[in-house]
């Protein structure tokens, strides 16, 4: 006898998006259909559709007929690198790519499953925003929905990825989200767009300047990264994945050790000049340290002055924070507290360990500074180290002055494991200065101040900024040869491996947002 078989009507192969003079729109505008992505980012034939028969159930202004399949959205689960996520993909094809009630529950339904399941939430987004002629039903699903990202925060990776025009609640959506991609030209975010911009303040601006990939990834820090195309974003979609855990509870997936506990990286001893205000680049430091072709950067052209990145070591996952030296000589100011606070608070959310490159002349000095609040946003970074329970290794590359030093990752604020170069200054201040302040009147009175002034210079080089000088008093674990960074960094995370932390019961903290 023949079992129960779903009779063949037809109707799931016709369930593909908008007409066809919609998505050949799509492509005109460099963009590709919603699932024409989704096949771009899952692995091949792992896509598993939920909801794919939902649609609108009547009532709204001049709603007339419409009530296409899917609502607009098409949500389900698949595999990145045969790693399980949840994903949903807004269709502009089809109202827009607008949120109504439908299109909500479907988002919601998803994201409880994936919180559920414990695996990455990937958001896909292309929408107009709130759909209009559903009114308040339309504002009460992206409650759900930021009510959804917030629970998850901290339990399971989100990650948004802005491929089209994403105004009002379509913006704060990803705003919630761990990590948010744009593509150059095609994306947009902004809480109101050009129109309302002008009739409320007369000021004519267009899509892009007003909330374009540059604008997010240069200046607001709205965006983590950004790409020329769907193609390539997509491409480092699926790299961060693999990078990332399924969700708290899990460590984040290794790959096989490349034996770094005896690797010599004799370039470590030219990059970095001995003179202490001579600018290099950072990122040639971190290349050394980590496995080869594994750094994945955060918001590479905001807040350039640190630089946050995803790498591995010896195989293992890390979080690396590092003064940068070519931008602002490295200093620390409002934006690039900003940036690192939140890149600590994530690895340490998700079991990441961090790995922290000092050489940082201070924070900035300044008016701007200070009334754009550079003590609220440092504070941010200095309470998101505190905070963090996951191994912790500092590297002491040159220098690292006053509340700065304290800042990244010092043996006072709970570091694991600091380890320094031999041209490490770790001081209150740089010499010049600190002369300038401490033997002010001797400097006024003397017969020969610049004579003076070198020889005290000379003399608290010699007794405050040896080498030796923390490591004495048990603030740096040890001074080690540049060259053996790498193997004494992957070393370190090795002995550091079963950390357990543990924070004192409380609803949560207070962190100066
Ligand atoms: C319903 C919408 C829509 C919306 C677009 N469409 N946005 N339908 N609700 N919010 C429909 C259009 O009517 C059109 O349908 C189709 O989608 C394509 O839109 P176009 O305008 O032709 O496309 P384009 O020229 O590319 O412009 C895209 C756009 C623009 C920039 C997104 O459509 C736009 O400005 N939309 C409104 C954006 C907005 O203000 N949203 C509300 C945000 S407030 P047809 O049938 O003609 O193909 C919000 C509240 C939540 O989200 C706040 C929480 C904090």
Known sequence: MAGIRLRHSGLREQITGGDSAAVERQHALGKLTARERLDLLLDEGTFLEIDMYRRRQGGGLRSGGRRPYTDGVITGSGEIFGRRVFVYAQDFTVFGGSLGEAHAAKIHKLMDLALAAGAPLIALNDSGGARIQEGVVALNGYGGIFQRHVRASGVIPQISVILGPCAGGAAYSPALTDFTFMVRDTAQMYLTGPDVVEAVSGQRVTHAELGGAEVHGGRSGVATFV???????????????????????????????????????????????????????????????????????????????????????????????ANQPMMLAGVLDAVAAQK??????????????????????????????????????????????????????????????????????????????????????????????????????????????????????????????????????????????????????????????????????????????
Not at 286 to 304: F, G, K, M, Q, T
Not at 433 to 443: D, P, Q, T, W
Request: aromatic share 6%.
């Open 340 to 513: 690192a606070a939140r890149f600590v608070r994530f690895c340490d959310a998700f079991g990441i360990p961090l790995l922290t490159l000092v050489d940082v002349p201070g924070f900035l000095p300044g008016v701007d500074q200070e009334h754009a609040g550079v003590i609220r946003h440092g504070a941010k970074l200095l309470y998101a180290y505190c905070e963090a329970t996951v191994p912790r290794i500092q590297v002491i590359v040159r220098k690292a002055y006053g509340g700065a030093y304290i800042v990244m990752d010092s043996r006072s604020i709970g570091t694991d494991l600091s380890l320094a170069w031999p041209a490490n200054e770790v001081a209150v201040m740089g010499a010049a200065g600190a002369v300038n302040v401490i033997f002010r009147k001797e400097l006024a009175a003397a017969e020969d101040p610049e004579g003076l002034r070198a020889e005290l210079i000379a003399e608290y080089t010699r007794e405050l900024m040896h080498p030796h000088y923390s490591a004495e008093r048990g603030l740096v674990d040890d001074v080690i040869d540049p060259v053996q960074t790498r193997a004494a960094v992957a070393r370190g995370l090795a002995m550091l491996r079963t950390k357990r932390g543990s924070s004192p019961q409380r609803k949560h903290g207070n962190v100066p947002l």
């Open 227 to 321: 790409h020329d195309d769907e193609e390539s974003c997509l491409e480092d979609v699926r790299y961060l994945v693999s990078l990332l855990p399924g969700n708290n509870l899990e460590p984040a997936p290794a790959s096989p050790p490349l034996g770094a506990a005896s690797d010599e990286r004799p370039a470590l001893a030219e990059i970095v000049p001995v003179e202490p205000n001579k600018p290099y680049d950072m990122r040639r430091v971190i290349d050394e340290v980590v496995d080869p072709d594994s750094v994945l950067e955060l918001h590479e052209h905001w807040a350039r002055n640190v630089i946050c990145a995803l790498a591995r070591i010896d195989g293992e996952v890390v979080g690396v924070v």
